[in-house]
């Protein structure tokens, strides 16, 4: 497998632009995890899904931001409309939560740096 | 509010020398975990934690998983260049949503 392959790796858009981040997960992972990363608040949970259905949203800054799963090959996260605060990176992560916690790992895209001007 | 608060943020120190890094939680998690991450580059996994009290050791890092599960700390033993970059903890609950502190950034200059 590939591994987690996000698109676009470099976003640079204007304020009060739509934008679009997309994810592939690993195939059979059952988990999709959204993250933002910046340098004042550290690697943050936006959303997660589990089997394509969103299961918490806490961490979805405003309703600026959606995510949507329509399949399990296939995840974005939309930003409309973007604002310069939201310039961040922004990680796809994929995991199989079992029974088995020792083997439990989130495998991470490269993720996309996002530049709103 | 951090779930897992991770001390200190920032950690410089020559090679040869060794070095801790802590995470402490206010909730009990079913594992807890440890990532390193690299510059431009998504967080890898280094070591799982599961039982209170648990030590693990890879090559020359060893981790603790406090008796509570509340908290865990990295050393690293005559750490070398190659350790460079920003240590992360995470911790799954039992519903499998996965949350990360802030990190540790540490250098290691020859």
């Known amino acids: 497998d590939a591994g987690v392959i996000q698109s676009p790796r470099h976003e640079v858009t204007e304020m009060g632009q739509e934008v679009t981040l997309r994810c592939k997960p690993i195939?059979?992972?059952?988990?999709l995890f959204w993250y933002r990363q910046t340098m004042m608040r550290g690697l943050e949970l936006l959303i997660y899904f589990n089997n394509n259905v969103p299961i918490d949203d806490s961490g979805m800054p405003e309703d600026r931001f959606s995510a949507k799963m329509p399949n399990a090959s296939f995840s974005t996260l939309k930003i409309q409309p973007s604002e310069p605060r939201d310039s961040a990176v922004y990680f796809c992560?994929?995991?199989?939560?079992?029974?088995?916690?020792?083997?439990?790992?989130?495998?991470f895209g490269q993720g996309t740096r996002l530049t709103v001007v | 509010t951090q779930l897992l608060e991770q001390s200190p943020q920032f950690l410089s120190i020559q090679e040869g020398e060794n070095l801790t890094v802590y995470c402490n939680s206010s909730?009990?998690?079913?594992?807890l975990q440890w990532y390193r991450q690299e510059p431009g580059e998504g967080p890898v996994l280094l070591v799982t934690?599961?039982?209170?009290?648990e030590v693990k050791k890879l090559k020359r890092l060893t981790f603790q998983f406090g008796d509570a599960r509340k908290d865990s700390s990295l050393h690293i033993t005559a750490a070398q260049p190659g350790d460079t970059g920003l240590y992360l903890c995470?911790?799954?609950?039992?519903?499998?949503?996965?949350?990360f502190g802030a990190g540790t950034q540490v250098v290691v200059t020859p």
């Open positions: 992560a994929s995991s199989k939560f079992g029974t088995d916690i020792m083997n439990t790992e989130a495998f």
């Open positions: 195939s059979g992972h059952d988990y």
């Open positions: 934690v599961v039982t209170g009290g």
């Open positions: 995470a911790g799954f609950d039992s519903w499998g949503k996965l949350q």
């Open positions: 909730s009990v998690f079913s594992s």
